[in-house]
């Protein structure tokens, strides 16, 4: 534990270091609010509220399930999340003397706080009401002016837990080591990314996943390829609180915790005023670039009274054609629906075909021989076929799904038809089809030599009997040379029928075997490839449906400034000119003094 550890949490951000760029902040909160920007506005007074906080916060988030709340518990040393996968409430831990929790509750119009057993908060946390809990803990993590937040799920609660990212320092993105990151997990990486620049990409679960680095390689090449130079750091909550309790080294060192508690601590916590100046530097270059933007397209409508008229058409241009965008929805919507489900049917039926037709080519081959001769040599050679197969499928179902992309993205303009696609080929069909049972052992084995005497016995008794009982008419023994050789004779050829019936059986349970295969197979690859299809939908949905709505927005609201401003200044068109001007050279000296606070 660190030194100030028994006191109270150490200052990570310096005020005095911090002090230039609040003043910076606090001029450019004065032109926006001038310029009647209240979203701006909003969005500096987040970040005048983290440059004043002298802690560092840090908020993880993640997919359900990921194992976040998992992770806060083991780096804190304390179960201040519920990991029984409720939804719960966003939690905030930070350092304290002696344990404490206090949730926040909103009832009967005020939020009242009430305060919990800090050993046992998990039912208190998904009670109604709830807005936040409040933790207080002797972590020596926490006693270094770090605040750890648990941010609720993506699916819950969306709002809150990007509000959360908005006031953060850095972002722990929590991923299962089962699977590499997907395409919308990236996209989500993204948007955090514009919002707060220092994120790191945790990856849980290592013990549960034995080729966890190859998707930590995987994920570290998908993440360069989307522009996002994040660490990703492997981790197992399990074995370091296995290790925490028993006191082994080595496995707390396995667990891969104390090295990400180390990465926070060096390119943090300890480069605290470093991480939130650049931070802020970031936005106010964001806030100055959009309110020039604006400033400069007044400037030109009142320096050429002319251009009023021609810009006013150019942006109702615009908005017509944002409300013709906004009609086409119903057209590419049905025509997405549509097309999803038509591909979705061709891609079933085209598993089914090639599925049918390995199953016939499977039955000649168990016709021909005796299945039991090389039945484990014939199933590995057919779970190798449906691998083959089932890849072809998902290839097929990658360029059928382009196709559809390409149908849907006909409906926009040219520069809107580029949507990031998810990978619908498979790289490894043997992850497909692991809940796959193995072909099944055949019952109806050969028959022991004991079996086929007697058998053969059954049937020379007949002949023995017949011929005897006819030589005896011409008063010769039951049992001559006649009689022994028709029992013989029938007795072989009881033999063969015995042996012909029983291989037949065999060969019918070995088709049996193979078509219950081909039914397992049928099941799961068609369960995968819906989810990656219903992936596909979304994804396509997702990103027309917010392509319309924002060239709808600024269309109306870039049309709506124009006529504002040619009605507001028409007979003070140069006293405003000179007010722009000023304010754009302002905005000038602001971004030019905060890029310099970088250096």
Aim: contains cysteine; aromatic residues 4%; hydrophobic residues 40%.
């Amino acid at each position: 534990m660190s030194a100030a550890a028994g006191l109270q949490a150490a200052t990570v951000k310096h005020p005095d270091v911090m002090a230039p760029v609040v003043s910076l902040v606090d001029e450019l909160r004065e032109l926006v609010r001038s310029g009647g920007r209240d979203d701006l506005d909003a969005r500096l007074g987040m970040v005048r509220a983290r440059l004043s906080d002298s802690r560092v916060r840090m908020v993880v988030v993640g997919e359900p399930q990921a194992g976040m709340s998992t992770l806060v518990n083991s780096m804190v040393g304390s179960p201040v999340s519920a990991t029984d996968g409720k939804p719960s409430v966003p939690v905030i831990v930070e350092y304290g003397a002696a344990p404490s929790a206090t949730l926040v509750k909103s009832a009967h119009g005020r939020v009242e706080r009430v305060p919990v057993d800090p050993l046992n908060p998990g039912p208190a946390l998904t009670a109604l009401g709830v807005l936040r809990a409040e933790f207080a803990e002797p972590s020596p993590l926490l006693a270094d002016g770090l605040v750890v937040m648990d941010a609720p799920g993506p699916t819950t609660h969306e709002g809150v837990a990007w509000s959360m990212i908005a006031a953060a320092d850095v972002v722990l993105y929590a991923t299962d080591a089962a699977a590499e990151l997907t395409e919308t997990q990236l996209d989500y990486l993204r948007r955090v990314e514009q919002v707060c620049p220092a994120v790191v990409c945790v990856l849980t679960k290592i013990d549960r996943n034995p080729h966890w680095s190859l998707t930590q390689r995987r994920n570290r090449a998908l993440l360069d390829g989307a522009g996002l130079n994040f660490a990703v750091a492997p981790v197992s909550a399990l074995l370091h609180h296995q290790a925490d309790r028993t006191g082994d080294q080595q496995r707390d060192i396995e667990s891969g915790v104390p090295q990400l508690i180390d990465h926070l601590q060096e390119y943090v916590v300890a480069q605290a005023d470093s991480v939130a100046i650049a931070a802020a530097v970031r936005d106010i270059a964001l806030v100055t670039d959009q309110l020039t933007t604006t400033l400069r397209a007044e400037a030109d409508t009142l320096r050429d009274p002319r251009r009023r008229a021609e810009i006013t058409q150019r942006l109702a241009a615009a908005r017509a054609e944002a409300d013709q965008l906004r009609q086409r929805t119903a057209t590419w919507q049905v025509t997405l629906v549509d097309g999803g489900a038509e591909l979705n049917a061709d891609i079933e039926h085209d598993l089914r075909h090639r599925l049918r037709s390995l199953v016939r080519e499977a039955e000649t081959e168990i016709t021909r021989t005796d299945p039991t001769r090389k039945w484990t040599e014939f199933g590995t050679e057919l779970d190798a076929r449906i691998c083959e197969v089932v890849e072809e499928n998902f290839v097929m179902a990658h360029y059928r799904a382009v196709e559809l992309s390409e149908q849907v993205a006909a409906k926009f303009p040219p520069q809107n038809r580029t949507p990031p696609l998810p990978e619908l080929r498979l790289t490894n069909p043997g992850e497909v089809l692991e809940p796959v049972q193995s072909l099944e052992a055949l019952e109806s084995a050969k028959a022991s030599i004991g079996q086929q005497a007697l058998s053969a016995l059954r049937g020379s008794y007949g002949g023995i009997l017949m011929v005897g009982l006819a030589t005896s008419l011409l008063k010769m023994p039951l049992v001559n040379m006649y009689s022994i050789g028709a029992g013989v004779l029938l007795g072989l050829n009881a033999l063969w029928d015995d042996r012909r019936s029983r291989k037949q059986r065999r060969q019918a349970e070995a088709k049996v075997a193979v078509a219950r295969l081909a039914d397992d197979v049928i099941f799961q690859v068609s369960k995968e490839s819906r989810n990656r299809l219903r992936t596909l939908q979304r994804v396509l949905r997702d990103h027309y449906t917010e392509i319309a709505a924002e060239v709808s927005r600024t269309a109306d609201e870039a049309l709506r400034a124009a006529e504002e401003t040619g009605l507001r200044y028409g007979g003070q068109r140069e006293l405003r000119i000179t007010e722009i001007d000023a304010g754009l050279r302002t905005l000038a000296d602001l971004r030019e003094r905060a890029q310099r606070l970088t250096y």
